[in-house]
T-cell receptor
Framework: KQEVTQIPAALSVPEGENLVLNCSFT??????LQWFRQDPGKGLTSLLL?????REQTSGRLNASLDKSSGRSTLYIAASQPGDSATYLCAVRETSGSRLTFGEGTQLTVNP | GAVVSQHPSRVICKSGTSVKIECRSLDFQATTMFWYRQFPKQSLMLMATSNEGSKATYEQGVEKDKFLINHASLTLSTLTVTSAHPEDSSFYICSAGAGESEQFFGPGTRLTVL
């Protein structure tokens, strides 16, 4: 059974700092991995999707890497801003069209 | 990206009543929709997978007679919480597949059962 773990569970940083969020998964046979952002009481916003054949994806200040063999992914946020404060969720999909397995999330607070 | 809507966004009901939540894909056709539940400060837990025109597939521990799912068209899936109780109070989120690789999530429905 696939299990997804995210470390740390919570993170508080000053504005402008670069930071890394970690995600690990137990079964490396994944189809793709997706990073989401969730604001309190809201749904999920997809940030980055990495296919199993890819090593990284970038969008603006966000960069996500994938090391499938070791079962790890990282989300790098450059020059953090207070508006980045949210919970960040990592999820893996094991086959095409299948459901996502989510980690517990990292609650990020960026202090002005 | 593709847009998924949910209605209502928030509902408060008395114990014993039934509540229907709609999930719509607004600008694409979704053959598969997923229903998740999220308790406070916890991650999303998949409840069931809804396939258009066929019965939903429920995850272990989810009562199919309590959580009725209907996926009557390629743009609409509904989740009905029957005889709701306070322990059913949660945040319910649906997602819809656009193609084979990505899911788009609705904004969620906050259910409070008194």
């Amino acid at each position: 059974k696939q299990e997804v773990t995210q470390i740390p569970a919570a993170l508080s940083v000053p504005e402008g700092e670069n930071l890394v969020l970690n995600c690990s998964f137990t079964d490396s046979a994944i189809y793709n991995l997706q990073w989401f952002r969730q604001d309190p009481g809201k749904g999920l916003t997809s940030l980055l999707l990495i296919q199993s054949s890819q090593r990284e994806q970038t969008s603006g200040r966000l960069n996500a890497s994938l090391d499938k063999s070791s079962g790890r992914s990282t989300l790098y946020i450059a020059a953090s801003q207070p508006g980045d404060s949210a919970t960040y969720l990592c999820a893996v999909r094991e086959t095409s069209g299948s459901r996502l397995t989510f980690g517990e999330g990292t609650q990020l607070t960026v202090n002005p | 990206g593709a847009v998924v809507s949910q209605h209502p966004s928030r509902v408060i009901c008395k114990s014993g009543t039934s509540v229907k939540i709609e999930c719509r894909s607004l600008d694409f056709q979704a053959t598969t929709m997923f229903w998740y539940r999220q308790f406070p400060k916890q991650s999303l837990m998949l409840m069931a997978t809804s396939n258009e025109g066929s019965k939903a597939t429920y995850e272990q521990g989810v009562e199919k007679d309590k959580f009725l799912i209907n996926h009557a068209s390629l743009t609409l899936s509904t989740l009905t919480v029957t005889s709701a109780h306070p322990e059913d109070s949660s945040f319910y989120i649906c997602s819809a597949g656009a193609g084979e690789s990505e899911q788009f999530f609705g904004p969620g429905t906050r259910l409070t059962v008194l």
